[in-house]
């Protein structure tokens, strides 16, 4: 009844019986990898495979990556037959008939590190390269990952842990040597919505000679990335030997992170972050120099916008977070430079990927006056990178980047970029918009950028490109009843819908105060 | 170009357009609600729903839940198609071609309480009672439940958010009432695999008279729970109304919690805390005491077993949850003992499902000299509630529940709860085996449970049924090099080869010790 085998002589019989022909079934399930194989099927049964059960899966390329088992009930797939989705199709570079082998993963050692650090132990380096290097072989779940990044926001993070951590994401990943410095960076904590200098900063330097080759994030929290945005100019999406080219050919480049494998969890823990809402210090600190140190840079100018419904929110935060930049950055041998900036409401007119697009072109093109604060902002920043990299005398750095500015080289710059990247496109505009009025005549006093940036989420941006908010007044704007005060923009009904419903729920996100003392 | 719409007159037109046609594709997603929308669907666009968004889906039944959406481009659907998963299409209750409406969710509110745990404030009732709920009716993504349950295990939940989640996990389903008291129940915080008293239990108390509506859960991260292993012997997903006919009829029942929906969330909780290795103190409480007050417990005995490597290591850490228990137990009006019991090995010969049930088979047909452990444990167990049920005088309970061994009044009352459960039958024997031997002459010194536990998991146990380990020796076990010292059970090659690799790259589990002064 019960029969005794040998174990030895398993392997080479099983890995031919574990084979199924792959079929690709066209569903696309984001990020994650997932088969699809009938509950009848032999495997199955042969190595225990459940329901959900995290999988080993292999192709003729050698390649191999863990996908999440669905079964199927009905005649969807053959006997014989595996089914593929888009995700784990393309990791595996599949054709259609190939055939597929599966087998258990090694378990997954990293876990116990994990759960070390949810009762409040400290990771070290072998723990953190341990975790980092699943979660780029794609080993983690988002249960998995979900239980790390909570863990970290929970116990705060050590000095060591971030450093150890910003290294484990750099070393994970493809690490750009440029063979020349300086290399200029920017970077902002974000929280501000609208607050897009990143392409002006960018061509102002380039313009200026130095070398910037930038690579952005999509949105996590917010309306809009700069990636996001610059998508909607030109394309973003560069390999490492096209970034390479742009930058050889012009000077800089502005691309998503993402696509060029520079500290490649990065992008699978911001899923994360932004499915919870939560971006922890350490967390951001290694997010923003891993992918610095990553592309190669030797100077990092940092911009930190502080009010009271930005992403930081006190002095007190902001110096917390500074300290924490500046000690991660100079023990990694990074230059840096933290700017505080105003953080009291949104820089620019635009909230929403084209809509921001819209304000960075004004200033490129000397329409500056129309977006004046984004117009500072970026100059302010690129004076700093002017200085630190040698290419203006000390204090004069925003001088020559208006100076740039204005007689066109940054707009030139620029249009080089675009033209490096894939090509200059006009951004979108949206379909359908609603203004909000001024519901009495006063003074703007407050301006709230969480609720302003959850309202033009919920009209659809960053997804919808085209999608967000236009302020029509800014603080200490004098306004009379009727006038417009900002206006949602959406690509659909239902979202527009959506923001509404969310507006006719809340507060005022923009106050009008009535003047104590009219005149 | 943009155009001016009125948001007013929005909704009734939009209901109409956000329908799609029923098709059940089959794919059996978990416990995941999942749809599948072709990438080029109308409301898609129109409402904004991008790639593994989380949509509200509803059917002619009126019935909604929250999905997640995965996007089709393949001729997989037709035009106007849907498809959903084979979990989407029962909640929902649908049939094929059923017109299906989708509209975005309500923005998940409870996830700033969330948030607030994971920065270490408390959770207070109305907090609990929001994420509860959202858990319950499926607007928890997995992303959303690991945070909860990580953010709960990194800081030490009170006494008044244990007590506060129990209600909450409570009052989100359903809760019996027997209309009569004592109701007698008892629980294992587990951690020492083999240790299947319940059955055993139940079947004394309930040959003494008492009523014992026993609900037990499957494995969290043990080879077997009460429930798998009541599986190998007769049915246990009955509804609430077929457990109440059973109690009625018989006294008691041994059915799965999860069937009968008394604190419906459990089960959700412990699939992540499954995934994580994780049970934290509070979490277990709340688990345990809210199944017990659910199913109208008024008298519950916990048995603790203390070890080295059991779930509870320290007599601290027993002392602590001990008090969490009584304290909570008692603040909820429950009647409840707490018994530390020796956690130094496994009770039995079995561990999984199938082979602890052999052992209970054991003990109930008057083979208990096999597993005198099990039996002794056993016995004492349902001496305390005897008690308690004032079935038997103080200090007699013991005695009493021998006497009802012995005679075969339990084995009696056994047969007639799997009868009325819907049938006895015998469990399963695995096909394959292999057997481990003694490396040496010696004693056996230490047993690490929790590494049996991995490789009796490995081997297939809990999902396959047979599968698991078998002790051949115990503590203090005199072994002549060579002899069986315990052996692998599996229904497959590819899980005995599995649990086999596991052991080769392991120090010995079962420690023989040469002895010092031979006789």
Redesign the interface.
């Known amino acids: 009844?019960?029969?005794?085998?040998d174990?030895s002589a398993?392997?080479a019989e099983?890995s031919e019986k574990?084979t199924l022909t792959a079929r690709?079934?066209?569903?696309?399930?984001?990020?994650h990898a997932v088969i699809?194989m009938r509950?009848d099927c032999h495997i199955c049964?042969?190595?225990?495979f459940?329901?959900?059960a995290r999988i080993k899966v292999s192709g003729p390329s050698n390649k191999a990556i863990i996908a999440t088992l669905?079964?199927?009930?009905?005649?969807?797939l053959s006997p014989g037959q595996i089914g593929l989705?888009?995700t784990a199709w393309l990791r595996l570079q599949l054709n259609e008939g190939d055939p597929v082998r599966l087998?258990?993963p090694a378990?997954l050692l990293s876990?116990s590190a994990?759960?070390a650090k949810?009762?409040?132990e400290p990771l070290d380096q072998n723990n953190l390269d341990a975790i980092v290097g699943d979660i780029a072989a794609g080993r983690f779940?988002?249960?998995?990952?979900?239980?790390f990044?909570?863990?970290s926001?929970?116990?705060e993070q050590s000095f060591e842990e971030i450093r150890d951590l910003t290294l484990s994401m750099v070393n994970v990943g493809q690490r750009l040597d440029w063979g020349r410095a300086p290399i200029v960076d920017k970077h902002c904590v974000g929280g501000l919505p609208g607050n897009r200098t990143t392409p002006i900063v960018v061509a102002i330097c380039v313009a200026a000679g130095l070398t910037m080759p930038k690579t952005s994030s999509r949105a996590i929290t917010s309306p809009a990335g700069t990636a996001d945005t610059m998508e909607t100019l030109a394309p973003v999406e560069l390999d490492v030997s096209a970034m390479r080219r742009v930058v050889e050919t012009v000077g800089g480049c502005i691309v998503w992170g993402g696509a060029v494998a520079l500290s490649p969890v990065d992008d699978t823990l911001i899923r994360?972050e932004r499915?919870?809402?939560?971006d922890s210090d350490g967390q951001l600190v290694a997010s923003v120099l891993s992918k610095k140190i990553a592309a190669g840079a030797t100077h990092l100018v940092i911009d930190m916008p502080v009010g009271p419904t930005a992403k930081v929110r006190t002095e007190e935060a902001a110096a917390r977070l500074e300290g924490l930049f500046a000690r991660v950055g100079s023990n990694l041998g990074l230059n840096l430079k933290i700017m505080r900036t105003d953080g009291s409401q949104p820089v620019g007119r635009g909230i929403g990927p084209a809509l921001e697009a819209w304000d960075v072109l004004a200033v490129l093109n000397n329409e500056g006056h129309n977006v004046p604060d984004l117009t500072v902002q970026a100059t302010l920043l690129a004076g700093e990178l002017l200085e630190m990299g040698q290419a203006a005398p000390a204090g004069r750095g925003a001088e020559l980047a208006t100076e740039l500015l204005v007689n066109g080289r940054a707009w030139r710059a620029f249009e080089a970029i675009c033209e490096a990247q894939g090509g200059f496109r006009e951004p979108p505009?949206?379909?359908?918009?609603?203004?909000i009025q001024s519901p009495r005549d006063g003074v703007v006093g407050r301006i709230d950028n969480r609720r302003l940036a959850k309202a033009a989420k919920l009209a659809?941006a960053p997804?919808?490109k085209a999608?967000g908010i236009v302020l029509h007044a800014k603080l200490g704007s004098q306004m009379v009843k009727g006038q417009p005060l900002y206006s949602l923009?959406?690509?659909?009904?239902?979202?527009?819908?959506?923001a509404?419903d969310?507006l006719a729920s809340q507060p005022e996100i923009i106050e009008i105060e009535e003047e104590q003392c009219p005149r």
């Open positions: 009844m019960t029969k005794m085998i174990i398993m392997p099983l574990n690709r079934l066209g569903i696309d399930t984001h990020e699809y509950a049964r042969a190595e225990g459940n329901n959900h669905n079964l199927v009930v009905t005649d969807l989705s888009e087998i258990h378990p876990l994990v759960r949810i009762f409040g779940s988002d249960i998995h990952l979900s239980a990044l909570t863990a926001a929970a116990h994360i499915a919870l809402d939560i505009t949206a379909p359908h918009y609603q203004v659809g997804a919808s999608a923009h959406s690509q659909s009904l239902g979202e527009l819908s959506y509404h969310y």
